[in-house]
């Protein structure tokens, strides 16, 4: 027998290594894996994740109508457990399906697209100290478990309640690393400005989860100026890249490091000042959309076209005579986080399939019960 032996501490027991393989295996015959190592299982451990919540077991927490299938609280727990979160986590998990529910863009078939589209979480307040979620130092990357977990969780449910398996009901051409776990907490500490849920009307002391569906996470190194033009600037080419332009408009999430927010804050920017310069800066010439063949729209979808195309019509920006394409409807279609270590000019911008200027999918943690 192979064993992980126990210290002598009152009610430790020695753990059959064999039997855990075996249990690890089990899971991962059965499909309810992503790839990774999953964690079994027991009705007294999920129990522990129910006693977080005043929420019944069989409510239900996120619908896909097309699949005719729903996720139940006892399911979503399920599903955390296996993806490695905590008890105490699982109040952002629910407060993340919740958000998840509000954005619903456009319909929830997106989490299907070829894309490759992925849930990403972005987590304010206090639970963010209060479990060890990171909002510093490779706030993207590995290292934490709360980040890691709670984005898995959602991931695996995806699979195991939705269906939503590579060369199955998920149709992603490439993917993104995303779809294993994308979870990261607002860094408050060193923000200049009111945090992302306070600033959509949540108070401080609320703990909430931001819920978007992304396409992909394009980092800027803009390390060389102290001009809060020239940093818009910078951000506005990455987002207006036109292979990124499907439909006619985008939506986006700026992730900013410390050092940008602080840059443009020093200025006097606020946010609303900086969605402003880069919504005036993300544009595109007409003859930059010509040259890779996508001048026009469908008219029947809205995607971009060549003007040639028999479903072609004129985008907005033609109809009003001007030459200026941008790409996001309007300020609001872009969200700004501070988010990262503050020991370089880095930040990232976000793909998002969000709304196009509405106010933000959040949803608030529920206390911790007493």
Known sequence: MTALAGTGAPGEVDVDIDDVRRALEHYATKGWSDGLPVMPVTES??????ATTDQDPSDVVFEMPHLRRTCTVRAAAINAAMAGCLPEYFPVVLAAWAALTVDGYPVRGIWQSTTGTAPLLIVNGPVRDRIGLNSRGNVFGSGFRANATIGRAIRLTAINVFGLRPHELDQATQGTP?????????????????PLHVEHGMDPADSAVTGMVVRSVLH????????????????AGTLSRTGALIHETISGCLVLGPEHAQLFASHGWSKADVRQAVHERAWNSRADLVAVGKDAVSRSTRWRVPAEHPDAVPDRAAEAGSDRVHVLNSPDALLVVVAGANNAGVSAVVETFGPRGDAPAIARVAAPRP
Do not use: G, M
């Open 45 to 50: 451990y999920l129990a522990e994740f129910l």
């Open 178 to 194: 995303a779809k294993y776990t994308a979870c990261i907490a607002e860094n408050e500490e060193l923000s200049p400005w009111a």
């Open 220 to 235: 800027i190194e803009a390390r060389h100026t102290v001009v809060p033009e020239q940093l818009a600037l910078d951000l």
